[in-house]
């Protein structure tokens, strides 16, 4: 099991950047599926953005298409973190946003991973 801590969340203004931050442990971290998603008021939690090592030093990264072109998901293997850069925040990207982790990048996409962090608050004013 993976222990995941996000940090860096906050108010900011639409059109403004926010980069968040998960720390992992616990366990080996460069073969792991990452991810982040994000839950609304009174909305369901929805997939944001994954990433897991392919090859060398690449990684492959999924996006939901919402925030293509805006956010980017980056990972330090050394460092076992996983970070989500947001640009051009809009009003509708504020929600509580979480890290997760698993074995299966495809558990990770599907909503399904056994490692989730508890959240951080963003909050985009207009």
């Known amino acids: 099991q993976v222990q995941l801590v996000e940090s860096g969340g906050g108010l900011v203004q639409a059109g403004g950047s926010l980069t968040l931050s998960c720390a992992a442990s616990?366990?080996?971290?460069?073969?792991?599926?990452m991810g982040w998603f994000r839950q609304a008021p009174g909305k369901e939690r929805e997939f944001v953005a994954a990433?897991?090592?392919?090859?060398?030093?690449?990684?492959?990264?999924t996006y939901r298409n919402s925030v293509k072109g805006r956010f980017t998901i980056v990972r330090d293997n050394a460092k076992n973190t996983v970070d989500l850069q947001m640009n051009n925040l809009k009003p509708e990207d504020t929600a509580i946003y979480y890290c997760?982790?698993?074995?299966?990048?495809?558990?990770?996409?599907?909503?399904?991973?056994?490692?989730w962090g508890r959240g951080t608050q963003v909050t985009v004013s207009s």
């Open positions: 997760a982790g698993d074995d299966s990048l495809l558990l990770v996409q599907t909503g399904a991973p056994r490692s």
């Open positions: 990433i897991r090592w392919s090859s060398g030093s690449t990684s492959y990264t």
């Open positions: 616990g366990r080996t971290f460069s073969t792991y599926a």
